[in-house]
């Protein structure tokens, strides 16, 4: 079988080493080229980050369609055990869709988490289409990309320029799990969100900051910002608050 092609730049990539690990999980349609930039400031600080290429993503959306929920799943069991064996201390950290990935991570492995941020991170829609998508993959492969919402023209991300239907119903089941776990997530949790973000409904906020049972929680919201808040405007205040919290939770680097 040939191997798929991985667009430049939208590679996983590890940067750092130490006793502290950040699991970066980035979101649908996406890469982690949309947090290189937070990953570069944290790996400057002495955090271990690792930043895995979920199944389907980076090559095309009709790959990505041929993907289910075990696929990504399986993908960040495998990167959170990968890093939990190098680090002492692990943290997560999920954009969009990703943020669903990383608090299920959460829900499933309380005892092993220092703390998690979510940024954009999406748990629920309230779009009526979602009750269709056993249908809608059925007759339409795909539909317009939802990608790039970024008030910030000077930066944009690597994403699909359509959205795989297929792909969007098993998105869909993973991100209603997270929700219906998020009562066992017990970690430190700082929650980030665009207030003027279009892609993922800024109520997912809310939702993660007040349904999750973690005690030491806190929510930003980002003035400036759309959806890819790790690109936009707020990037900067995205990048210290992440680095603080990580800093104030860690047993490790506030010693």
Same mark, same amino acid.
């Given at each position: 079988?040939?191997?798929?092609?991985?667009?430049?730049?939208?590679?996983?990539? $590890?940067?750092?080493?130490?006793?502290?690990?950040?699991?970066?999980?980035?979101?649908? @349609?996406?890469?982690?080229?949309?947090?290189?930039?937070?990953?570069?400031?944290?790996?400057?600080?002495?955090?271990?980050?690792?930043? *895995?290429?979920?199944?389907?993503?980076?090559?095309?959306?009709?790959?990505?369609?041929?993907?289910?929920?075990?696929?990504?799943?399986?993908?960040?069991? /495998?990167?959170?055990?990968?890093?939990?064996?190098?680090?002492?201390?692990?943290?997560?950290?999920?954009?969009?869709?990703?943020?669903?990935?990383?608090?299920?991570?959460?829900?499933?492995?309380?005892?092993?988490?220092?703390?998690?941020?979510?940024?954009?991170?999406?748990?629920? @829609?309230?779009? *009526?289409?979602?009750?269709? @998508?056993?249908?809608?993959?059925?007759?339409?492969? $795909?539909?317009? $990309?939802?990608?790039?919402?970024?008030?910030?023209? /000077?930066?944009?991300?690597?994403?699909?320029?359509?959205?795989?239907?297929?792909?969007?119903?098993?998105?869909?089941?993973? =991100?209603?799990?997270?929700?219906?776990?998020?009562?066992?997530?017990?970690? *430190?949790?700082?929650?980030?969100?665009?207030?003027?973000?279009?892609?993922?409904?800024?109520?997912?906020?809310?939702?993660?900051?007040?349904?999750?049972? $973690?005690?030491?929680?806190?929510?930003?919201?980002?003035?400036?910002?759309?959806?890819? =808040?790790?690109?936009?405007?707020?990037?900067?205040?995205?990048?210290?608050?992440?680095?603080?919290? =990580?800093?104030?939770?860690?047993?490790?680097?506030?010693?």
């Amino acid at each position: 079988m040939d191997q798929i092609e991985i667009i430049e730049g939208a590679e996983g990539y $590890s940067l750092g080493s130490g006793p502290v690990g950040a699991l970066f999980c980035h979101g649908f @349609t996406s890469s982690p080229q949309n947090m290189r930039l937070l990953a570069d400031y944290l790996a400057a600080r002495d955090i271990a980050v690792r930043a *895995p290429l979920w199944p389907g993503h980076g090559t095309s959306w009709q790959d990505l369609n041929t993907k289910r929920t075990e696929d990504w799943i399986g993908a960040a069991e /495998d990167a959170f055990h990968g890093l939990a064996a190098e680090c002492d201390e692990l943290f997560l950290v999920g954009l969009s869709f990703g943020g669903a990935l990383a608090l299920d991570l959460a829900a499933r492995y309380p005892d092993a988490i220092a703390g998690i941020v979510t940024l954009a991170g999406f748990v629920e @829609t309230k779009d *009526p289409r979602r009750f269709l @998508t056993p249908v809608i993959r059925r007759v339409l492969k $795909s539909l317009p $990309s939802v990608g790039n919402d970024i008030a910030n023209p /000077d930066l944009r991300e690597i994403v699909y320029d359509r959205f795989p239907t297929s792909a969007a119903h098993f998105m869909l089941k993973q =991100i209603k799990k997270a929700r219906l776990g998020l009562p066992a997530v017990t970690a *430190p949790i700082l929650v980030m969100h665009g207030r003027h973000d279009s892609t993922v409904p800024p109520f997912n906020a809310e939702v993660i900051h007040d349904t999750v049972s $973690s005690t030491d929680k806190e929510l930003v919201w980002l003035e400036r910002s759309k959806h890819v =808040i790790t690109l936009d405007h707020d990037r900067e205040e995205l990048f210290d608050r992440t680095y603080r919290f =990580i800093a104030e939770h860690s047993k490790i680097l506030g010693s």
